[in-house]
Antibody, heavy 115, light 108 residues
Framework: QVQLQQWGAGLLKPSETLSLTCTVY????????WSWIRQPPGKGLEWIGE???????NYNPSLKSRVIISVDTSKNQFSLNLTSVTAADTAVYFC?????????WGQGTLVTVSS | EIVLTQSPGTLSLSPGERATLSCWAS???????LAWYQQKPGQAPSLLIY???SRATGTPDRFSGSGSGTDFTLIISRLEPEDSAVYYC?????????FGHGTKLEIK
């Protein structure tokens, strides 16, 4: 059974870069696409983007200019970098397995952007 | 971008009743690539249905999905207290996943 464990800084200042990493346990990265999804407090879900084991990515156009999702198959990890954050980027960020729909999720990381 | 509209916004029902949740798409969703998730407070969403009508592993058969094209429905028969949650639909008919804004289901 695949499990995802994620970590990263939870408090950022405006203009800083958000960095989160997700480790996949119980299965190789090679069998799926891997996604990042976020949820502002009290609001709905927004897909950020995805990556596969070879590093091929797809991004949400609304965030594409600021997002990089990368993969490290040697560590069975994938990562999210979001540059130039603002208060609008405050959200719970989830990593997830799935190139079409999310079949497994990380526990979520609350990232707060505040000066 | 395909916009998903969910209705109703909030639904309040009693145990044993039947819940009908709707999801409408602004454009045709190819191959019925529509999923439903359940999210309880403080938790990550959990996949219930994919392909509009296929139950994910572990989804009780009280949950059923139907629909095609632009109109989709999630039915929860015989509601139980633990069904209290927010339910989201999500389309994956295009490279860009999009989600509905959710239906909050309250069990009286």
């Amino acid at each position: 059974q695949v499990q995802l464990q994620q970590w990263g800084a939870g408090l950022l200042k405006p203009s800083e870069t958000l960095s989160l990493t997700c480790t996949v346990y119980g299965g190789p990265l090679s069998l799926n696409y891997w996604s990042w999804i976020r949820q502002p407090p009290g609001k709905g879900l927004e897909w950020i983007g995805e990556v596969n084991h070879s590093g091929s990515t797809n991004y949400n156009p609304s965030l594409k200019s600021r997002v990089i999702i990368s993969v490290d198959t040697s560590k069975n990890q994938f990562s999210l970098n979001l540059t130039s954050v603002t208060a609008a980027d405050t959200a719970v960020y989830f990593c997830a397995r799935g190139g079409r729909f999310a079949t497994a999720w990380g526990q979520g990381t609350l990232v707060t952007v505040s000066s | 971008e395909i916009v998903l509209t969910q209705s109703p916004g909030t639904l309040s029902l009693s145990p044993g009743e039947r819940a009908t949740l709707s999801c409408w798409a602004s454009q045709y969703i190819s191959n019925n690539f529509l999923a439903w998730y359940q999210q309880k407070p403080g938790q990550a969403p959990s996949l219930l249905i994919y392909g509009a009508s296929s139950r994910a592993t572990g989804t009780p058969d009280r949950f059923s999905g139907s629909g095609s094209g632009t109109d989709f429905t999630l039915i929860i028969s015989r509601l139980e207290p633990e069904d209290s949650a927010v339910y989201y639909c999500q389309q994956y008919g295009t490279t860009l996943w999009t989600f509905g804004h959710g239906t909050k289901l309250e069990i009286k």
